[in-house]
């Protein structure tokens, strides 16, 4: 099976054959990959080397033309370094684009904390206007890509993993999805750590729900899963521990509820390991989980 982003490269460079509006600009990540469609399309595909300030500033640029710009590097580049060409050249402008990461949370950790970007969906949380999708699976990604791409003018960020559940999802109408029901709390799974959660919750009377677009918040789903169940909520993401908290507890506003928050850990881990010890480390394994859940529905 391909990985997430070998499947953006090669969805990408077909979309830029047959789609005039579209334009890709690069900061080295994934230039070789891209390298023939350069070749093809020298004015819409720009690599504009280490320099992802003005990575996000060309992109807004293009979007200014009445391209459809996608944005591409590793997340902590492409979301943290550049935060403020984001909130002005797209949100301040009022302009649409396409962010698309690489190597999420800790997917390479040989790479050490400057590679590591477990806060970028919290980030993109504090400006408007931002759907984010984070697939579980690398034809979750075509498709949310597919999406993204004819999306009009909106602002959409694509966040992509190493990580990978074993199978794909029918995504339909992008909302969350209910994927086994039950009766003691629902648990919400997010993008690749589906398959981690359905292993912890197996045997459990909870319903779990996966979500492969986060932001618009499906508060409907949520409402509706607790409606059926209960109000007890376990939030599992493969980001920033807490990120959908609020979000949470907005769906719910009028109903007594507990949540709890799991996913990546605020400490910085410093040795780098594999992507499979930071899980573990972080407490998303599903052994772990399991225990974590458990203890908050008892």
Known sequence: MDTMRERFISVTSRLLDEDPRLALVLAEISMDGF??????HPDRVVNVGIRE????????????????PVLHTFASFLVERPFEQVKLDFGHQGTGGVLVSASASYDWPAGGYTHMAPGDVALLDTLDGWTVHVPGHPDE????????YAAGDDRVYVRLSQQSNAAPRPLGDLRFQTVREGRAGVVLAVGP??????????????????????????????????????????????????TSAAAAGQALVDVPHRVLPLGVGRAELRRYGTI?????????DAGTLRERITGFLR
Do not use: K, W
């Open 193 to 242: 750590l589906l398959d981690n959660v359905l292993a912890a919750t197996e045997g459990l009377d909870v319903t779990v729900l996966y979500a492969a677009t986060v932001r618009p918040f499906d508060d409907a789903a949520l409402r509706a899963s607790v409606a059926r169940a209960s109000a007890d909520v376990v939030l599992v993401e493969p980001y920033l521990a807490g």
């Open 141 to 148: 990604a075509e498709a949310l890509l597919r999406h993204a």
């Open 276 to 284: 499979d010890e930071h899980t573990a480390a972080h407490g998303l």
């Open 53 to 68: 300030q003005l990575l996000i500033g060309v992109g807004g640029g293009l979007a200014l033309t009445g391209l459809r």
């Open 35 to 40: 390298r023939p469609a350069q070749e093809r």
